[in-house]
């Protein structure tokens, strides 16, 4: 229900997408799983301010091009690695 910062799919299937917002949040997506949720969705980097929490606005992510690995980088410089596993074969 935010702003989106990135997308991409990935290169090595087909029915993959990631995507980042501003609300700080990384949603991996197969459609071939699931249309309509994604499989996978991660917030981090909690901050509080005036007793309210936040996550930094994560603005940019990259898979990489042979291994089921995504990148994603937020506005305060912090960088996220994730292993997809059960893409390996595909």
């Known amino acids: 229900f935010d702003e989106v910062y990135d997308i991409e799919w990935s290169p090595y299937c ?25 499989i996978y969705v991660d917030w981090y980097g909690k901050n509080e301010h005036d007793g309210r929490r936040s996550y930094p606005a994560r603005t940019c992510l990259r898979f990489n091009s042979q291994d089921p690995v995504v ?20």
């Open 14 to 38: 087909s029915t993959m997408f990631a995507s980042t917002a501003r609300d700080g949040r990384l949603e991996i997506w197969d459609l071939a799983e699931r249309s309509l949720d994604p």
């Open 71 to 90: 990148v994603s980088g937020n506005v305060e410089g912090q960088i996220s690695v994730y292993r997809l596993k059960g893409y390996e074969s595909r």
